[in-house]
């Protein structure tokens, strides 16, 4: 069959080719039995005068059955081995390379966890024979597909969501990738090259990084403290504060207030920053995240996602950085109050609740806070004062305003004296 059929480098290619090859016989052998016995039947019984009648037949129990059973057992075997062929495709190896692949209009890109990165023209998945690779597939506009004949497995690229492929490649050699998903002008454009090599060549391409490019989680890692994740998501283990560690995400069951459960996977991650309150873990809050949905890039929903899969992988010294990063090099006590509160800002992650535009997040926005009246849940009220909002650093949870729930975790021993006048400067200087 190999010249009617693609290369086939896949563990997988076998057994679909023989599915396909066995259903191709049996259709074949039914239309011919079939097409064969009308024609016959068309000859023998063809009427040989004008006075020919045709008999009444009253049917057949026996044959009525076995051209019922017959079909039906046919039909269920092939569904049955094409599930079990569907599960091998389809099958997610975790602990194997992971590949982020992106499609857009009209491109792939294929990004590897030590940076390297291959897209557009020069796209080229790049896989070591004989070793599983996990493919992590996102889209940055419509849906495309991609397609790897030789590995014959095919796998939609959604935006929104992420999709996997698994395989193991057995032969080295190039092969083309397609799109396989209608996707605009330039569809039967968007090609890319599936490169088996060996797994010394391939540990070399993987670590020949040209300058500038890097891991998808170093950008995860800046966002995380850029956005203020950090303020409520730690990342050493077991470490919880308002929301979950992010150290313990992967891979481990998340069990729901709902009652239902998973592993977490890459897609969990992605749904839990698009959509934190869809499934809220046991022992969190709900209403207390907000959605980053529209607020972030495809590429930087993938490094988030990527920094939070590679926390345990990752080399420790860029774990250690994250960690003490917002405690190291920066001299505050060089800065002025004013300053200092402004750094403290971002660095602690006031910025993932406290807007300064005036826009609401979770808390209250920092713009036009200081000297403003604020009343509380309770029917009292005070004029916000220098001593009120250092209070409400430090008993965040005593007071809370109208409209607003107590989210907020206490920064009691996190901050010093300095630090709160500093924000205090900080909040002043926001008119
Ligand atoms: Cu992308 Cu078709």
């Known amino acids: 069959m190999d010249y009617i059929v693609p290369d086939k480098v896949s563990t997988v290619a076998d057994f679909f080719d023989d599915l396909n090859l066995a259903i191709f016989l049996a259709s074949a052998f039914f239309t011919v039995a079939i097409v064969g016995a009308m024609l016959y039947f068309a000859f023998r019984y063809r009427a040989k005068s004008s006075n020919d009648i045709t008999p009444r037949i009253e049917g057949n129990h026996l044959l009525e059955i076995v051209w019922t059973v017959v079909p039906t057992v046919v039909v269920v075997v092939i569904a049955w081995v094409g599930i079990v062929l569907r599960e091998k495709m389809f099958e997610v190896s975790p602990n194997v390379i992971p590949i982020y692949v992106t499609a857009w209009k009209w491109a792939w890109e294929f990004r590897y966890p030590t940076g390297k990165r291959t897209s557009g023209q020069n796209a080229e998945l790049v896989v070591p024979v004989n070793k599983p690779v996990k493919l992590v597939i996102a889209s940055k506009d419509v849906i ?102 992010f150290y313990d995400v992967f891979g481990a069951q998340r069990n729901f207030k709902d009652g239902t459960s998973l592993t977490a996977d890459e897609n969990y991650i992605l749904e839990s920053i698009l959509y934190p309150n869809k499934r809220v873990v046991q022992g969190f809050n709900e209403n207390v995240m907000p959605s980053y949905e529209g607020r972030l890039s495809q590429e930087e929903l993938m490094a988030l996602v990527s920094f939070i899969v590679e926390l345990k992988t990752a080399p420790k010294e860029e774990l250690v950085e994250v960690v003490f990063e917002k405690d190291e090099k920066i001299d505050l006590e060089k800065m002025t109050p004013l300053e200092r509160g402004k750094y403290l800002y971002s660095a602690k992650g006031c910025n993932a609740c406290h807007s300064v535009d005036g826009s609401q997040l979770v808390g209250p926005s920092f713009k036009g806070l200081h000297g403003a009246r604020r009343e509380f849940a309770d029917g009292s009220s005070v004029v916000a004062d220098d001593s009120y909002i250092k209070d409400s650093i430090l008993n965040p949870n005593a007071r809370i305003v109208k409209g607003f729930v107590a989210a907020m975790p206490s920064y009691q021993g996190q901050l010093n004296e300095d630090d709160l006048a500093g924000i205090v400067e900080f909040i002043k200087s926001l008119k």
């Open 144 to 245: 495309h597909s991609l397609f790897i004949p030789a590995v014959r497995i095919k796998q939609d690229a959604v935006p929104g969501q992420l999709k996997y492929m698994t395989f193991t490649a057995l032969k080295t050699g190039e092969y083309p990738i397609f799109c396989a998903e209608y996707c605009g002008t330039r569809h039967s454009y968007m090609m890319a090259k599936l490169r088996v090599v060996s797994e010394e060549e391939f540990n070399t391409w993987v670590n020949t990084i040209p300058e500038k490019t890097m891991p998808k989680r170093i950008l995860g890692k800046k966002l995380y403290t850029d956005l203020g994740c950090n303020a409520c998501h730690s990342v050493e283990p077991s470490v919880n504060l308002v929301g979950p560690s």
